[in-house]
């Protein structure tokens, strides 16, 4: 097992993005039928807003914590793990949620910090103290 990349991560970030996109499209389908069908306007409606964060944060964390990798990720043969090579717990999983966030904000400059960092590691792997590693076909 070795550390992954950029590309290979990018790969399942965007399954997993599709995968998200469907949940939220589910949930908004939930909220337009407990209002008989009118339609949900997301500025005005803190729930509605409050429910979908949600959504993406237990979708990643639930992955993470329970299996090590979402379905993106073991798509393309990737698996999250802390420093001693476990699963991460629930705390190092909330942690690189939100410090992959902060990676996003300067124009995913914590992403791309993988291709000059000696490690391959992100800014969120290093403020969580995970990483994501890559397994060849028939490992675990």
Avoid: C
């Avoid at 949930?27 to 729930?47: C, K, L, M, R, W």
């Avoid at 999983?93 to 300067?106: G, I, K, M, N, Y």
């Amino acid at each position: 097992m070795k550390n992954t990349g950029l590309l290979r991560r990018v790969g399942s970030m965007l399954y997993d993005i599709l995968l998200i996109l469907a949940l939220m499209i589910i949930v908004t389908y939930a909220f337009i039928a407990a209002q008989n069908g009118e339609s949900v306007e997301p500025d005005d409606n803190f729930i509605y807003q409050i429910t979908l964060i949600l959504v993406v944060y237990f979708f990643f964390i639930g992955f993470w914590v329970k299996s090590g990798r979402t379905l993106g990720m073991q798509s393309w043969r990737l698996q999250l793990v802390d420093e001693n090579g476990q699963r991460p717990n629930l705390t190092a999983a909330t942690v690189r949620f939100f410090s992959s966030l902060l990676s996003w904000l300067p124009f995913g400059l914590g992403f791309l910090w993988q291709l000059w960092d000696k490690n391959q590691l992100t800014w969120h792997d290093r403020i969580s103290k995970t990483k994501i590693i890559y397994y060849p076909k028939g490992k675990n």
